[in-house]
């Protein structure tokens, strides 16, 4: 099966990270494509996308999206307000003002979408997060078109 990677217009180094993922990819066991495609499913990239802030996604979070397991996170809210909740991951989102993570807050029993830089404290918990499909979560999206990255 040949990948396609599409054009992301996310910074300097886009097109070698295109070509870097070419090489990856054709390097790839079967399984391990399979298992590239399915994290790539959980990643998803907002229109129009700019250049995140310069606020690094904590590696507790990613940790979270690869394992699927609950994360409890302390989110500052736009009013201020400080929340601590367990939340499903289900995509990362690169948009105009950074990255977000959407998925199901246990909390709110409900779809929530939070920004990046917006959650002060985050742990993974043991907890294995429901499968969840994108269209599950899609109605706390911002109102931008969100499309999967293509390898």
Not at 5 to 28: L, Q
Not at 35 to 57: C, I, K, W, Y
Not at 102 to 107: H, K, L, S, T, Y
């Amino acid at each position: 099966m040949r990948w396609r990677w599409r054009r992301v217009n996310v910074g300097p180094f886009e097109g070698a990270a295109r070509s870097a993922v070419r090489k990856i990819v054709a390097a790839m066991p079967g399984p391990a494509v399979t298992a590239a495609r399915d994290l790539a499913g959980r990643v998803r990239l907002l229109e129009p996308v700019a250049a995140p802030q310069t606020v690094p996604v904590p590696s507790v979070i990613e940790r979270a999206i690869v394992a699927r397991r609950v994360l409890r996170i302390c989110y500052l809210d736009r009013g201020g307000n400080l929340t601590e909740r367990d939340v499903e991951p289900v995509v990362f989102m690169a948009g105009p003002r950074g990255w977000y993570l959407a998925g199901w807050c246990r909390v709110r029993d409900a779809a929530r979408c939070f920004r990046v830089d917006r959650i002060q404290q985050a742990e993974v918990t043991g907890v294995t997060a429901a499968p969840r499909a994108f269209e599950e979560i899609a109605p706390c999206i911002p109102d931008l078109v969100a499309r999967t990255p293509a390898l």
